[in-house]
């Protein structure tokens, strides 16, 4: 019972927020209330369709909206993009698209043209390039699912015109990857029987052209989890790229952009030395705030192995630098609970980890064994209605609230290795 009480807990949340895990299941579901702006431009959008419809939501990205407001012509006040399907047995397989206007202090429907995919995966409305335009960059899935299309429209003179149509996508990213002070895009597009492999990034320039600068990826490669980019100012921005190989997987490619828009391979992992090879909830994160991100890779606590009945690992954090991978930091990651405890360096080699799942407490210990190995300190995650139980035993102390969940810390000062409560408590990073 538990099991399927936690599936539901996982899932629900990202049904609601619009992201669907089937091609139907968002008929399965109530839509999202709408506030008072959303229902104005729904029911413009009835008016113009019909009643019988169903919004569609993208899947991923930073736009989870059915309605997607953006200022797309220059004209200072916000339009609404709109994915939508009639509902009739004609055209129900249908995607289309529909621009929302407000014209005389009301929404009306001003543009309404079929998409060019039979389901809306992701949508990023951003100029690009030296170009003044705004781009809607739309992410279509297929009709088979698996195969994805890329098309880049801008909003004119009341028509959308497409710059770009049709280009083979399995994930991409905008971000301004070579420092000039503007947003280029990148894609990453897996194996076909007809296509290799493939990354791109593409420039647009002044005159509505693209420059595409393409390398060919590893065709073992089955898909793609996540695009991760630098935040700093950088004069070559590096593009970390989350591949899947299969079996719950997944290792990291990283690629830079030169100031001549050519998209240039920084590192490539050795599949056979099983490079950055790690399980695929682990993503590339930027995990000390300072803009760039780093490759976790994980490994067996002492004491654990392939055998283990409930393996715990710790996970070593991995910087480029020259083209090269380079350690920089050791911890211990709660992908679960959402936290990273960066281990000193005068740990290293020195420590275990075990686990009191019914309790959910997890100590760092010092020595190999985990069953004989004594306690550094312990760290318990409770829910809101143990916490007052926890808070009135004075060994705990409360170091983190996030949400529903506190964070409960036990120091054993008498271990050689303990730091003071202070020490400890900056070693903890909750904001993931």
Not at 2 to 30: E, H, Q, R, Y
Not at 290 to 302: L, R, S, W, Y
Not at 336 to 365: H, M, R
Not at 372 to 387: C, H, P, Y
């Amino acid at each position: 019972m538990k099991s399927k009480i936690f599936l539901i807990a996982v899932f629900l949340p990202l049904l609601l927020t619009g992201c669907t895990l089937t091609a139907g299941i968002d008929n399965l579901l109530m839509p999202p209330k709408l506030d008072s702006r959303q229902q104005d431009i729904y029911n413009a959008l009835k008016s113009y369709t019909g009643e019988n419809i169903s919004l569609k939501y993208p899947k991923s990205g930073k736009n989870l909206s059915a309605f997607i407001l953006e200022d797309i012509d220059g004209d200072e006040k916000d339009e609404a993009i709109v994915f939508y399907k009639k509902n009739t047995a004609k055209s129900e397989d249908f995607l289309r698209i529909n621009i929302l206007d407000t014209v005389d202090s009301q929404w009306r429907s001003v543009y309404d043209h079929a998409a060019d995919g039979n389901e809306i995966e992701q949508v990023e409305v951003t100029r690009l390039g030296d170009s003044d335009k705004v781009n809607i960059i739309a992410g279509y899935s297929l009709i088979n699912r698996s195969e994805k299309k890329i098309s880049i429209y801008d909003y004119h003179d009341g028509k959308l015109s497409a710059s770009m149509t049709n280009e083979p996508y399995s994930i991409f990213e905008t971000g301004d990857f070579n420092a000039d002070g503007t947003k280029e895009l990148f894609t990453a597009s897996s194996k076909t029987a007809s296509k290799p492999a493939t990354a791109v990034v593409y420039h647009l320039h002044d005159n509505d052209k693209y420059k595409r600068s393409e390398l060919s990826l590893e065709g073992a490669y089955i898909d793609y989890s996540q695009v991760a980019v630098n935040t700093t100012s950088e004069a070559e921005s590096r593009i970390f790229l989350d591949a899947q190989t299969g079996n719950g997987n997944i290792v990291t490619e990283v690629f830079k952009v030169d100031s001549q828009n050519n998209l240039l391979r920084e590192f490539i992992p050795d599949m056979e030395k099983l490079e950055t090879m790690r399980p695929a909830a682990y993503l590339s994160k930027d995990i000390d705030k300072d803009g760039k991100p780093e490759i976790p890779v994980t490994a067996f606590c002492e004491g654990y192995d392939v055998n283990s009945e409930n393996p715990l690992y710790f996970t070593s954090w991995y910087e480029i630098d020259n083209k090269d991978l380079r350690h920089k930091y050791e911890s211990y990651y709660s992908i679960t609970d959402s936290y990273v405890f960066f281990i000193p360096q005068e740990w290293y080699g020195k420590i275990t980890a075990k686990q009191n799942i019914s309790e959910n407490e997890l100590s760092l210990c010092s020595g190999k064994d985990p069953e004989t190995a004594n306690e550094i300190f312990t760290l318990k995650v409770v829910s809101g209605k143990e916490k007052q139980t926890i808070s009135e035993d004075e060994s705990w102390t409360l170091i983190r609230t996030k949400g529903e969940k506190h964070f409960f810390l036990k120091i054993n000062e008498k271990n050689p290795l303990a730091l003071s409560p202070e020490e400890l408590i900056m070693k903890f990073k909750f904001n993931f």
